[in-house]
């Protein structure tokens, strides 16, 4: 009966270290010359970005105070002339950047100027 032992041709002692050491200065600049790279090209993909380059158009608005009770819902359905109060609520959100239809008394809002 033989017996077959195996040795390991790689341990951890036999390790080379590498060659390459950076110092608190070398990691610094490696640091620094990586991020630059990244907002470069943050910078170049983000000039794509532009809508377009003429000004929209603006909707002719006038200020509509909010009396205690009243909401979005009424005022919509003031200015609504085709019956379709969703819309107009929805153009009197998107107006005012409000987040949601809930309204505080004394609130000022602007609102399309109904043309009948």
Known sequence: MSTLSLSPAFTA???RRSAVRLTRRGRLVVFLTSLFLVLGVA???A???VGTDSAGQQVPT???TVAPGDTLWDIASDISTDGDVRSAMDQIERLNALESASL???QKLRV???TD
């Open 13 to 15: 002692t036999s390790a």
């Open 43 to 45: 910078v170049m993909l």
């Open 47 to 49: 000039g794509g970005a």
């Open 62 to 64: 006038e200020v509509v």
């Open 104 to 106: 505080s008394a004394g």
């Open 112 to 114: 399309p100027v109904v």
